[in-house]
């Protein structure tokens, strides 16, 4: 990010502002950059750029008589140099080692933790419950809990490890590909050419639900593990997909359906809520023809994608990258956990009282060009137009498989998340008023 | 198995309790962070962490400077809400003492409005031990108020019956595969610790080593912060991390 660049230089030694301008806007990624937005970036990182100007005091860059810049204190170099970079990793953390004495499970605070056995990404480990078990370091563990930022793990010997999959491993296909796929699963006489597992695939799909005609859009919807999912078959490429996992919660939350979350993969949507979208269409309650429908007016949506965790996500790396916040600062080792948090509130805080930072509008910038593409789902929408095929199923179906697997989930604001702790404060009620509360200690 | 209870939105759901009992008095947490003591007409926040955003500043991280007047908006909205005759602030209402002095205008205004018609207590923290006094106010290390002792950091004993602040207590649940992790109002009925109500405060899972001996853990209860309501979750619901 230019930022990065505006403060390196003012380390490397004084700048000219007019110069420097003149370099930055021959680099072919920033032609476009005009004066104003240069001297506003220039702005961001001497001051933060605040409409409330009362950071002069602790500028980080200082103009010289002759109407240079130069870095305020030597402190801020160093830690310039601790930070830099534009590679902002997913947090990890160290998965450590403990001994069971005497072979009885015991809290993890009651372990004799030992060696480091190397880092996982934070999300897989948060995903687990303590006695999951999942394969590390060539060894199957157990998950026993967290001792300050480490995840505490026994060495186990169950037959089903989790077996940790990484974001590094996510790479999206081709749009084209996704076609390609979509032209063949419409020619049942072209299966045979496919590999026997996968014509399989596609015939235990006929059997359960059905293979998607080439004009029409499956929606799938079924129970599983408490929640309830509603999967879509648009094949329009995973950005596309998002933003329609964007508009669907959306309208998915003012139907009442409680959605807790999306994902989505080159070819499938899958959504997941707390109340049951197939029964609700069944009713009449889910209007499917409403929840696709292409005009996106009044739908609200801008506040409900600020609130998302795919923009909080976005933000915490423009944040990163601009020095708003730093990976390292002598003395205290910043964790990607405690950072997590610290950019969430830094976000809240900021759209709050000044929507139009230059920072908020970086991060909206790379979100919509990086993660989601809000004019692709309205092409889509035209062309699926009364073509939606709805299937209530009792259970996933094969088609649908890869999708839930995929990693990348998106959790979305909403209501849901304030039933799930009415449920969890019920049951206190209910232990409580049936007299015999049984307590883990 | 699908509990069929569960395939709709809970319309008539059960009433919530709406009192924590700290050492047999009622107290009424709110979803904002504060503690409401109807009897005494008394008012808790803890750990402020007023000019957070300004002391990192100092540091070169020139975090958003709104922290404050986003805090102070909260704390006025609660006051506006329960109109209490006495508010006390359990300690790190600071980030820095020092910073106490260089509070922009508006916000030292706002907070002198908020003081006004009813009592102020500043208990000291770690943070802030040393406030000047153009906050208004009164300056305390220690408050009881009916046997209960308001402080910063919980004491030792035990068996204390006490609320204190500085832990910044969160609470960690999984329901339906979901994870919900809130600031929570963590207790066993004779200790409370309050959730942190400053806009940049992080937070401790109540879990941790540093919440040990502090509660008799099989009543500890976490009251979690939603929207509108605080939901109480039992000690053996939570999950570390």
Known sequence: MLSQHVLGTACAGTFDPHRLYREVVSASPYQG????????????????????????????????PDGRYRVAHPRIAQQYRLNVGTIVEAPMVRVRLARLKGGALKPASMLAPSRVLGEVEEYFIEQLMPGDSFVFAGEILRFEGWRELDAIVTRAHTT?????????????????????????????DSWSRLPDQVSDWLRFQADVSVVPGPDEILVETFPRGKRHYLVCYPFEGRLAHQSLGMLL?????????????????????????LNDMGEMVRTGRLDLAKLFDEDMLGDDLDAWFASSSLMKRSFRVCAIISGLIERRSPGQEKTGRQMTVSSDLIYDVLRQHEPDHILLRAAFADAATGLIDVGRPNRFLQRIRGRIRHIALSQVSPLAVPVMLEIGRESVPGEASETLLRETAEELIVEALSGHAQRKV | MLNAKFDLMPESAPSLRSHILVSNHEMRPLAAGALYWEAEDTLL?????????????????????????????????????????????????????????????????????????????????NHDPHLPTCIGGTVCTTLTICGVTLRHEPSENGLAREIAGHLH????????????RRRCFATDGNRLIMPAFGAYAGGLNVLDEAFGSLFLRNQLEA???GRADVYPVLGSLLLPG
């Open chain 2, 169 to 180: 207590p969160v609470a960690r649940i999984a329901r339906r595969g979901s994870v919900i």
């Open chain 2, 45 to 125: 926040v803890a750990d402020l962490h007023l000019e957070k955003g300004a002391a990192f500043a100092a540091l070169g991280m020139l975090l958003p400077p709104y922290d404050t007047r986003t805090t102070l908006e909260r704390l006025h909205k609660v006051i506006r809400a329960v109109t209490p005759s006495r508010v006390v602030a359990l300690g790190d209402s600071f980030h820095r003492s020092h910073l106490a002095e260089s509070l922009a205008e508006d916000d030292l205004a706002t907070l002198i409005r908020l003081q006004q018609g009813r009592e102020w207590y500043w208990i000291c923290g």
């Open chain 1, 33 to 64: 950059l005009t004066r104003e937005g240069f001297d506003k970036v220039v702005e961001f990182v001497t001051t933060g750029g605040y409409a409330l100007a009362n950071y002069e005091r602790y500028a980080r860059l200082k103009r010289t």
């Open chain 1, 160 to 188: 089903e490890p989790k077996v940790p999959s990484y974001e590094g491993g996510k790479f999206p296909l081709s749009t084209y590909l996704a076609e390609r796929v979509r032209l063949l699963l419409a020619e049942p």
């Open chain 2, 223 to 225: 009251w979690m912060m």
């Open chain 1, 249 to 273: 919660t959306r309208r998915l939350e003012r139907a009442g359906a409680a959605p807790l979350g999306f994902v989505a993969n080159e070819y499938a949507l899958a959504i997941w809520g």
